[in-house]
């Protein structure tokens, strides 16, 4: 329950205030009255506008989506300003998805501050606040630096103070001798410990006792600071360069609140970031959970740094990013291997590195027995070996080396020669290779690296015996004059006349106010210009120029109209530039008049930069254009008319005086019109040159069309390629290949005005593939190969085989075997084709391919369906292709032979409960089908009872059963070849009857005798059994005091005087308990024996005497795999021992028998009988007084 408050912000007279809470955080809600109307609604918030860091000049946009009944009005505005200019603030509303959006296009550092969402109805008003982070660049980055520097000094209202002693370049005070960088800290407490030396080695830290003191001192106080915002922080991963091309870190951080605002950081500096714009920034953060990923992409040389992790101005994570100044001399190539061959990728660097990345599709690679990874010893060679390739090994491999990488493809052919069917050996050949003396690479640029080193080094000889050059004078600062008017933003003039005119304001007021002020314009140099103030009255005013008073003459005209003052330049020369000013009274205005002209290129560097670059595949193709220095000049660059942006692979440099544009390993797609353009306020000019990249021609256009085939000629033709690659054709290499052959042969090469060629050493019937390549001073095309085998000649085709003939036949398959054709016609049979009919029916169907022939003249035909007839016919293959055909067959069927009858895993032993169903399912299997009959204990069965025959099963039912139907049934299968039989014990029984009346009798001091009269269905189930379970006066609880006795009588102890004891019986089977019979109470003063007295006048009582047997052991004869339980009574003094015998064999010790012997209740259990477990069980009970011994006979039954 919310506890009601009024208060009177946003409340009309006669209406409360009560806040209410919304399902959103942070969503502050007033309702205006105590009961809303049926159905009606206050304003709420389903979705608010999220919290924005953006760099200047991006588009900045919040977005709200408001429900309420009626519709709510949606107002934005901001704590320290107007958001009523239209031109840097607009707001949006989507009825589809009843979205409100708040725009603010090229947002720029003043539009940062704390915004307010208002939304209102009748019935009460919900607001929230969020809050736009602008970062600066340029000039006004400088600006927001200065007052970084004043917040340190104690200003902390306005820039948030950073806990982190690593600062912009800008901001880090001079370092003192001996003095640690703080860099050095930050990196040891987000890395593991085994990194410690290599990160003290690199800042020439040597007391370790000392740093590993300080680092823990430091550790507990960064996370008692990082404990106020975050619960956790785990699973730190350094950045590193990805597959891709981008580089990225990531950590598992548990914040504390969700809103908590997070920065990133490189050298010091902030850096602008995005969540849902993409692309679109070069820095990106994505949130999984409670993982964060954060990527940088378009990498460069600059990007190098100390990257940091904030949330609310305490660091989380630091990560240094180093990016090595290497690159690829030797790249990748491209590696064709044959199935289970190695293949090599091998590559040199520009400089030494110990270990770069390889990726294979996309994922990292390591060594292992799949990849082996070897560098030279002085590491600039590297290689990969991909061992053992399989087709799924093919794709595309790449070699990372800081931010620079290159990548090729593998391309994995099946092994031909490899017997079909059979895994093809390992091949101890590798394929690939760079096809260059790397070694002869690496030590020329080991000896350029050498004499590199040693010039640098003299250098900083020079350097340093030189005088250190004087410093340059400060820029005076500029300081911003008395109580001036807002300008409106600078105008372009480029007409016959430049006028600085302003809109018409009527204000009626005693004090004169300008209604129309100046503002900043551009005129073309030659051009007039007029500049127009007005006043609310007639005034008087005066004119300056930077400062100088401006009076009438030498081509400036000033007059004054009423409440209009003017100030006209007849010809606009670059002396007229300056700041305008007019002041009336304490009033003034001013602008900025910019005399110049349209950009101009000098026309030797424009004759320079129109001549073509010429490139081959794979280089970089650069381009520069210089132009005199100019404010506001914008350079753009463009391609088939489309502008280029710098990153990728492309990289714009933009200097005072001239641009350049660098595009990196440029492909053929690149080719085309390179255009510069140089704008600013006075026009546009362009310059175009032309980028022409060379490389390798296209292969050929096909198809390839064949002229002539003779018996000892072939002549094709081909299109030239439709891409020469940059320069034109030179010749074409022709290769052939006989079918059915790995190898290809060089045929020649033809002149590229000529596109056909003859092939005159063919032999008559073999079939030929031909590829034709293109060539140019660049290097080979792809192939073009021929769609079909051609054939030279005519077409021989080998004679009929001999007709089929049938080995074997079954229902699931047919064997074949034939004779090979007696006139093969003087070609060579390459295997057979077969082809089957179904009875019935005029379709021959092939059970082979022709380029999948039958080598043996043998076959096994399994598409065949049980009981269908079909007969066969083969047919030769040659080079030419199927030849004649041969006799069919004989009609064969698809069925087994013949079978004696057997039964498959039958049951031989079922319990039912009277008056359900019995079913007796039995499976076989028997060819021809059996003839089955079923036997109840050897008779003929009733009428009553059903019988079900279906193919492979047979199925007794009795619809309802009897305790007269348990018999022994016998299922009999009899076929032409033999049969079988098989017997099934079913066993109808119910739930067994209640047992007699129970009688009570003590013998024995603390013993009873329980016996009761058999139930009625004890001589109807031979497994049935006794359990009797006993209550006494102070439990009144039951339970069971013996369990699975076979006899009418139980003897139970601990029977203690005093107390009262009732007992029940119960009878048990297969199908559970009968009702209880009770017994009369056993008290205290009934059936008991005396028990004689301690008195003077007693005699001794002895109760020795030999062992008797009570009762008797009773026969059993379970089926076979059945549980027995035997069991039987014995008494003596002293207590007998008992020993089981089992074919005159003691069976105490054997763990196939659990015996046990309760106070005179001797039991012997097996879990499964067995056919040796028929015979004489013997009991035998010896005492001192004498022995005594019953037996019985065990049958089992199969």
């Not at 007849?570 to 002041?583: E, M």
């Not at 085309?672 to 032309?690: C, D, H, M, R, W």
């Amino acid at each position: 329950m919310f506890r009601r408050s009024k208060v009177t912000d946003g409340t009309a007279t006669g209406q409360v205030g009560i806040k209410k809470k919304s399902r959103v955080p942070g969503v502050m809600i007033t309702q205006y009255i105590e009961e809303l109307p049926e159905g009606k609604s206050h304003p709420d918030f389903t979705r608010k506008p999220i919290a924005l860091t953006i760099q200047e000049g991006k588009f900045a946009f919040f977005k709200a989506i408001v429900t309420g009944d009626p519709q709510p009005t949606v107002t934005w505005c901001r704590n320290n300003g107007d958001v009523s200019d239209t031109s840097r603030y607009q707001t949006k509303y989507d009825p589809a998805s009843n979205e409100h959006t708040f725009e603010m296009p090229n947002v720029m550092p003043d539009q940062a501050d704390t915004y307010k969402c208002f939304a209102k109805n009748e019935y009460g008003q919900a607001f929230v606040t969020v809050v736009l982070n602008v970062i600066a660049v340029g000039f006004q980055k400088n600006i927001a630096q200065q007052e970084s520097a004043e917040a340190t000094k104690g200003n902390f209202k306005n820039v948030l103070k950073r806990k982190s002693k690593i600062r912009p370049k800008s901001e880090q005070p001079e370092k003192k001798e001996g003095e640690i960088d703080p860099k050095f800290w930050e990196l040891l407490m987000s890395s593991d410990k085994k990194d410690y030396e290599s990160i003290c080695a690199e800042f020439g830290v040597t007391d370790f006792r000392w740093m590993l003191k300080k680092l823990n001192e430091i550790k507990k106080e960064r996370e008692e600071e990082q404990a106020e915002f975050v619960r956790s922080l785990s699973s730190l991963k350094h950045i590193q360069v990805n597959a891709d091309g981008t580089a990225s870190f990531e950590l598992d951080m548990d914040l504390i609140e969700q809103s908590s605002s997070i920065f990133l950081y490189k050298d010091g500096e902030m850096i602008p970031y995005t969540k849902e714009l993409g692309d679109t920034m070069k820095h990106t953060l994505k949130q999984v959970g409670k993982k964060y990923i954060f990527s940088l992409r378009d990498l460069l040389p600059d990007d190098a740094g100390l990257y940091q992790l904030d949330v609310e101005g305490v660091n989380m994570f630091s990560t240094d990013f180093k990016i090595p100044m290497v690159d690829f001399l030797v790249k990748l190539q491209e590696v064709k291997a044959t199935e289970r061959e190695d293949a090599v990728f091998e590559c040199v660097l520009s400089n030494p590195f110990s270990k770069i990345l390889w990726f294979g599709k996309n994922l990292p690679l390591e060594q292992s027995d799949k990849y082996d990874i070897q560098v030279s010893e002085d590491k600039l060679i590297h290689s990969l070996v991909v061992k053992d390739c399989m087709i799924v090994d093919k794709g595309i491999y790449s070699a990372c080396a800081g931010i620079k990488s290159c990548n090729a493809w593998l391309v994995v052919e099946a092994d031909k020669d490899a017997q079909k069917g059979k895994k093809a050996a390992r091949k101890t050949t590798k394929a690939g290779g760079s096809g260059m003396d790397l070694q002869k690479v690496a030590q020329e640029q080991q000896a350029k690296l050498v004499k590199e080193r040693e010039e640098r080094k003299e250098q900083i000889i020079a350097a340093a015996a030189a005088p250190p050059p004087a410093s340059p004078p400060a820029p005076a600062s500029t300081k911003a004059g008395p109580k001036e008017t807002k300008d409106a933003g600078p105008r372009i003039v480029s007409g016959p006349a430049a006028v600085a005119d302003a809109p018409v304001v009527e204000v009626v007021s005693t004090e004169p106010e300008i209604t129309g002020g100046l503002s900043d314009i551009y005129v073309l140099r030659g051009n007039p210009a007029e500049l127009t103030v007005k006043m609310s009255m007639d005034c008087d005013g005066t004119w300056s120029r930077d400062g100088e008073q401006l009076n009438s003459g030498a081509g400036v005209n000033i007059n004054k109209d009423g409440t209009s003052h003017k100030l006209a330049i007849q010809s606009c020369q670059d002396d007229d530039s300056g700041v305008y000013r007019f002041v009336s009274g304490d009033l003034s205005t001013q602008g900025k008049v910019t005399i110049g002209g349209v950009p101009e290129f000098d026309p030797d560097d424009l004759h320079k930069f129109s001549k073509p670059v010429i490139i081959r595949v794979g280089q970089n193709a650069a381009f520069k254009m210089p132009f005199p220095p100019q404010e506001s000049l914008v350079v753009s660059w463009f391609k088939d008319g489309t502008e280029i942006k710098d990153g990728g692979g492309v990289k714009i440099v933009r200097e005072p005086n001239h641009s350049r544009l660098l595009l990196r390993d440029c492909l053929r797609t690149d080719a085309g019109e390179i255009k510069i353009q140089l704008t600013n306020p006075f026009g546009t000019v362009e310059a175009t040159s032309k980028l022409i990249v060379l490389d390798r021609p296209g292969p050929p256009d096909g198809p390839v069309d064949l002229v002539e085939t003779t018996s000892s000629l072939i002549e094709i033709k081909w299109n030239p390629p439709k891409d020469d690659g940059g320069s034109a054709v030179t010749n074409y290499i022709i290769e052939r290949q006989q079918d059915g052959q790995a190898l290809w042969m060089k045929l020649g090469d033809v002149s590229a005005d000529k596109t056909s060629f003859r092939d005159r050493n063919v032999t008559h019937g073999k079939k030929y593939n031909y590829r034709i390549y293109a060539e140019n001073p660049e290097g080979l095309s792809d192939s073009l190969e021929t769609a079909d085998s051609i054939m030279a000649g005519v077409m021989i085709l080998s004679g009929p085989p001999g007709a089929p003939t049938v080995v074997s036949a079954s229902k699931t398959c047919i064997k074949l075997t034939w004779t090979p054709p007696e006139d093969d016609r003087g070609v060579p049979i390459i295997g057979y084709q077969l082809e089957k009919r179904k009875k019935d029916t005029n379709q021959w169907i092939a059970l082979n391919a022709l380029n999948e022939p039958i080598e043996d003249v043998s076959y096994a035909v399994k598409e065949v369906t049980e009981g269908a007839e079909y007969e066969f016919r083969v047919s030769a293959i040659n080079e030419s292709g199927s030849g004649d055909l041969s006799p069919p067959s004989e009609m064969v069927c698809a069925k087994n032979p013949n079978m004696r009858p057997c039964f498959k895993n039958p049951e031989d032993f079922i319990v039912v409960r009277a008056g359900n169903s019995v079913r007796v399912k039995i499976c076989y299997e028997a060819e021809p089908p059996p003839q089955i009959t079923w036997l109840k204990d050897d008779e003929p069965i009733s009428p009553w009872t059903n019988v079900i025959n279906t193919d492979g099963m047979s199925q007794l039912v009795i619809p309802s059963s009897k305790r007269s139907d348990s018999a022994i049934y016998t299922i009999k299968a009899k076929n032409s070849v033999g049969e079988a039989s098989f017997d099934i014990e079913v066993r109808v029984t119910d739930e067994p009857k209640t047992p007699g009346p129970v009688a009570l009798e003590q013998t024995v001091h603390g013993k009873v005798l329980v016996s009761w009269a058999p139930s009625p269905d004890q001589e109807l189930d031979d497994r049935l059994y006794y359990v009797v379970s006993q209550r006494d006066s102070n439990t009144r609880v039951w339970k069971n005091v013996a369990d699975r006795l076979f006899t009418n009588a139980h003897t139970v102890n601990n029977i203690l005087p005093g107390m009262e004891y009732h007992f029940r019986i119960y009878a048990k089977n297969d199908m559970g308990l009968s009702d209880p019979s009770q017994s009369p109470t056993w008290g205290a003063n009934s059936n008991r024996v005396p028990i004689p007295s301690n008195g003077g006048n007693s005699s001794g009582v002895s109760f020795e005497r030999p062992p008797s047997i009570l009762v008797p052991l009773k026969v059993h004869a379970p089926p076979k795999g059945y549980q027995l339980y035997m069991t039987c009574a014995v008494r003596g003094c002293p207590t007998p021992t008992v020993s089981w015998y089992l074919n005159d064999v003691c069976i105490n010790f054997d763990k196939n028998y659990y015996i046990t012997n309760s106070f005179g209740v001797c039991s012997m259990s097996i879990l499964r009988v067995r056919s040796k477990d028929s015979g004489v069980c013997k009991v035998v009970a010896v005492n001192t007084f004498g022995k005594a011994e019953c037996s019985t006979k065990l049958s089992v039954r199969d």
